[in-house]
């Protein structure tokens, strides 16, 4: 299979279905956090996206597996956007399996958020104030919506989106300021790069763009939201392919590049799951996005070691500002590879 001019077998759909296989693998064998950990829910939604690819019982059983340890519930805090990151998958699975006992404690943790004033709210001003929740939560509630053919779930969704995009998008860089400590005043006071540039963080715009992905899977196509998010996807895609450095990925800081010169793999994948996605759905022109989607494709598996460990992961943190190598992983890492995987194979050459 001949691709950006060069045969390459990564793009054959063995050879993706086997990676994902091994990375899942890989990663459920090497569990790092809390089963309910905001890091496990990007990881959970990649082995979901993995097990549709592959339609692997393993995977399915351990995903199950998964549910039931947890007793389908999401995490402790009921208004903290990391802590019903894993609720995506528990809305996958009662899909499949139509028990309500898999979904209820997200609809009760969901409800209750709705009407109870919560401690980042009171504190912070807004609950989604950092832009990582935007992948956390909103696919939360527009699964919600969808299965239970509710929209109240989407117009909460929204509200709360809205308030975030309005706080940190930078309407002239078309990216996401992680959160409003990384705001640039009008005098141009506020924490810079090392070159001058404002500090866009790689993985937390990835994350926004695989939570804009999620929600646009979900959100009907006369909802009057739609044209909103479209824009917002449209607008940051194109940004984002101007961003990509020559070797197919992204760096941990999106406008200085030179500051941390290692391809990340958590945003990158979430890039390339985001653009793949959007070339799918005809909503990317595939002439523009295609060769910079399989050139990160390519990158991308180039960090998966021989074992099955997706290197080059950006430790945990709110900033581009920590080092890492290619013996670097996280399981958001893994997932956002899965997600990747997924969508790449669908792609038409």
């Known amino acids: 299979m ?4 060069v045969r390459d077998e990564v793009f054959s759909p063995k050879y993706i279905k086997d990676v994902l296989l091994k990375t899942t693998q890989w990663q459920l064998q090497h569990p790092k956090h809390s089963p309910t950990d ?3 829910g990007a990881f959970y939604a990649g082995i979901f996206a993995a097990y549709e690819t592959t339609k692997s019982p393993l995977i399915l059983d351990s995903l199950m597996a998964i549910g039931e340890r947890n007793q389908w519930r999401p995490g402790k805090r009921f208004d903290h956007a ?3 990151a894993v609720c995506q998958m528990y809305i996958d699975l009662y899909r499949l399996k139509k028990d309500r006992r898999m979904i209820q404690p997200t609809i009760d943790t969901v409800q209750k958020m709705q009407k109870v004033t919560g401690p980042e709210l009171a504190k912070h001003g807004q609950t989604w104030w950092w832009c990582d929740a935007l992948f956390m939560a909103p696919p939360v509630l527009a699964k919600l919506s969808t299965t239970l053919n509710d929209p109240a779930y989407n117009t909460f969704s929204d509200s709360l989106f809205k308030q975030t995009y309005t706080l940190l998008y930078n309407r002239q860089e078309h990216l996401f300021a992680r959160d409003a400590n ?6 141009g006071v506020g924490k810079k790069e090392a070159n001058g540039q404002k500090i866009f963080w790689s993985r937390g715009n990835g994350w926004v763009m695989g939570g804009l992905v999620r929600v646009l899977e979900e959100l009907p196509a006369k909802h009057p939201s739609r044209a909103f998010y479209l824009t917002l996807y449209r607008q940051m895609s194109e940004r ?13 800081s999106l406008l200085d590049p030179a500051a941390y010169p290692g391809g990340e793999a ?3 994948g979430f890039d ?17 996005y295609q060769p910079a989607v399989e050139k990160a494709w390519v990158a991308l598996t180039k960090l998966v070691s021989p074992e099955g460990r997706v290197g ?3 430790p945990i943190g709110g900033d581009p500002r920590r080092n890492f190598s290619e013996d670097s992983w996280e399981v958001y890492g893994t997932g956002a590879f899965l997600l990747a995987g997924s969508q790449i194979i669908k792609l038409k050459p």
Request: positive net charge; hydrophobic residues 40%; contains cysteine.
């Open 2 to 5: 001949r691709r950006n001019g």
């Open 38 to 40: 905001w890091t496990n």
């Open 82 to 84: 990391d802590d019903i």
């Open 182 to 187: 990384y705001l640039v005043d009008a005098n």
């Open 240 to 252: 984002l392919l101007a961003l990509q450095q020559a070797d197919g990925l992204w760096r941990a």
């Open 266 to 268: 958590s945003g990158s």
């Open 272 to 288: 390339c799951y985001a653009l793949a996605w959007g070339i799918n759905q005809g909503i990317l022109p595939k002439k523009t």
């Open 312 to 314: 080059w992961v950006q």
